[in-house]
C-alpha cells in the first residue's frame, strides 16, 4: 500500500473530490417563507375541482365553482347567495389581477376525466 490508508472517512484519493469542484453547487434549500392569507386563499380557489353537469364530469377552477353555485341560489330566490355574490363582485372589482391560473392538460388527463 501507498503511504495514504483508506477506511473510515478516508476515501481513496482517485474517487475523492478534486480541487476546484464544488459537489452541491446551489446548496441547501433555504427556509420557506411563511404565505401570507391571501395568498393561500388564491392558491386554494385557484385549485381544480372536479363536477358533474349533464352527466359529464368537468374541471374548474374552486373559484369559479363558488360564483355558479352563488349565481344558481340567487337565482333561485336566496336572497344571503344574492348578497354573497355582489361582496364578491365588488371584491374581484377591487383586485383584479386575482385570475384562474391555467394549468395544461395532457392527454392522458383529458381520457382520465
Known sequence: MADYETGYKK?????????????????????????????????????????????KAKRAPRIELLVKRYGAAALKGDVGAAANLLKLREKFEKLPNVTPILIPMTEQDMNAA
Do not use: D, L, W
Not at 25 to 45: C, D, L, S, W
Open 11 to 55: 476515501p481513496p484519493k482517485h474517487s475523492q473530490f478534486k480541487p476546484g469542484n464544488c459537489a452541491n453547487p446551489h446548496g441547501r434549500r433555504g427556509k420557506k417563507e411563511p404565505q401570507t392569507a391571501a395568498e393561500i386563499f388564491n392558491e386554494v380557489m385557484n385549485q381544480f375541482a372536479e363536477y358533474r353537469e349533464g352527466g
